[in-house]
């Protein structure tokens, strides 16, 4: 690769490389007309400086960048060609990536919730503008590192943005620039898996099929909150191709498997932003920003008081705060050396949470609560006397502490001691034996199955179709050479003589201007008689193609052939043209159109197909496509414009995802029927385990591998229960135990005797006993 080391381009000195790539480098320079201000200069370099697609995708770049208008996504400053080498240039962060700040250290949860909401929005802004980013991840967010606080974020590298396919704002008013934008792969045709644009570890797993969507960028948010929380990718491996095999079918990890000081909840908000199924992800930025926050604010809740200024205090996160761990790094892994403050932790700073109601373009500073420092002067009271106040205080709260945490359920005295003359209660806590199934089911969807069939395992389905098309007026590029004509006449023949004359086809006469003619006829002529000269015509053509054939009258005037015949032409010779090169309807200009218009009517006819869904349904297997052209001329017609119809019509099996997890779970509860029979009773509701895994078969067939997971707890009935206290009354703890454990479908067993007791009570009234894993309780 060229060194630009030490080199100019435009108005900027190159003074180092900052990073490199496949496809071309950054550097650090200083501008040479703003008093030698630190930029970045982000080049390509190579064989791809000349290639007309990466020049054009840079192009695009530096244009997408430029209108883009927002604190937290990097700005252009200067876009400029220099001997060849197409340059962007923008502003010089020497906090570097964000890869390179988690290879330090972690970040606690307040400093998490602050990074990741600078970047929420500018992800949310790309989208209101009508892009997608398609390669967000951590070394394209870089960080601004403040004296305090979390780091200020900048999100760059808009090198592989696609326009949205449901918002036309980057289309309007851009010059035509709609399908220079949208200049990927067909939607749903599979691409080979080392030829997917994007990067690996962060990719969608519809990348695969060309589809890219709002929900692809939802995704790599999600990877990046994973990243946050634990410092690790979800997904990783030496090889490329593994890690996009991983993304489409391994299963979510959850950060709180990685490291336990997370809360849970943050488990569902990455398990949703990275939903293999893209209508199983968060919708919008602003639902995964409000899960988000939910999800920090934690299960209790967090009230907010509105201060006399009319903000809001910020919520603290309500979890224990983690330890920032630092990483030991091996030598070959030590990045470049980047001047950072000393990160310290603060435990007590609250994280700024906010609304998707109360929303800002750039994410509020962290707000400490104010604290009072000044002691309120205790009131004044008179004096009592001590011994009247101690007399009257004291019974009282010994009638409180008998009375008030018995009426409010909190026992303040050990299980079982008699209060007040209440009986003694032995209380026994039963757990039932309990049974966790999990089977795995082939299902069969075809549009041939009317209503679902448990014995052979099959759903309805049913294709949905759609279409669209559109038009162009382009102008042709063909051409062709247009043969000259030949020049067409008649000769008139006058003879003088006493004898016939007969003058014999293929004669050529020469004009006075020099163009022969060819008699293409014979022609008889009559003798003269009573004083009157014979007189015959024939037709005759120009010897040579041209203009120059169309002879005036009377060019051909004068004796021929014999003695007595003369010739003339008494009308112009007409008819001839030059050759000359004429434009034609080409199969390429056809072609273009096609190429320019199918991926964004593919767009148009898979949102027509998801209209179509029912409650419930969803697309088992990309749509399939097929593409019709038609042109007002036909290919090789003499024309200077043609205008260019095409059609696209597609088609998707889908099937009711709702229907199919019914059929599994009465499969999975005939199988736990006959492994553990009627004793056992399942509890809620049995669900699906990820997603079902899709295998296209033939005639429209299509198979789901469908996993099913539910508990099963044995069920102990009242009638049985109400037995048991007669069974151990007045026995001791051990005998209880071992009569009760005895019995059909109990698992374990646990006594609490009566205070200063070791037998149970004599009487079944006072025995109590409860259900662990269940909410009938024994009379």
Known sequence: MLSLEGKQLGNYDVIRRIRVGGMG???EGKQRTAFGRRVAIKVILGDYATDRDMR?????????????????????????????ILYLVMPFIDGGTLTSYLRRSLPDLAEVAVVYQQLLDAVEYAHEEGLIHRDIKASNVLLELRRSGAPYVYLADFGLVRTSPTNTRATNGRSGRAEEMDDTGKIGKPIPL???PGTPQYMAPEQTRGIVTPQTDIYALGVLLYQLLTGELPYNDPDDIRVIQMQMQAPIPAPSDHDASIPQELDAVVRTAMAKRPEERYRSVAELRAAFLAALKGPTTLNQEKTASGQFEAPVVPYPPRQRRT?????????APIVMPRRGRDVDVPVALRGAGAKARTTDSIRQSPRITEEPEPPRHKRFSGRLLATMIIPALLLLALLVPRLIGINIFPAGFPLLGTPAVATVYVTAQSRTMQESYVLTTSSQVKAPDLATHSIPSRVISASTS???????TGSQSAGGSTAQGT?????SSNNDFTVSAQTIFTSNNGVQVRLTQDVQVPSRQDGQNGRNSGDAVAVKQ?????????????????NGISLRNTSPFTGGSDAQQVTVVAQNDLDDVRNQLVARLEDQVLQRIQQQLTTGETIAIAPTYTVKDSASEPVGARADHVKVTVKVTGSAIVYNRTTATQLATQLLQKDALQMLGNAYKVQGTPALVGNPVVHPGKNGVVFLSTTVKGLWVYHLTQEAMSTWPQAIKGSTTQAALAFLNGQPGVKSVEITLPFGTDHLPSSVSEIKIILVNSTSTAP
């Open 25 to 27: 480098a950054v550097y």
């Open 546 to 562: 041209g203009g120059a054939g169309n002879i005036s009258a009377h060019t051909l005037d004068g004796p021929c052939c014999a």
């Open 327 to 335: 990483r030991v790094l091996s030598s070959a892994e030590q990045p």
């Open 56 to 84: 054009r995708r840079f192009a695009r770049e530096a244009r997408t960048v430029a209108r883009l208008h927002h604190p937290h996504i990097l700005p252009l400053i200067e876009f400029g060609d220099a001997g060849g």
């Open 491 to 495: 000769i008139e023949f006058v003879n």
């Open 194 to 196: 080392d030829q997917v």
């Open 470 to 476: 559109d038009s162009r007026t382009v102008a042709t």
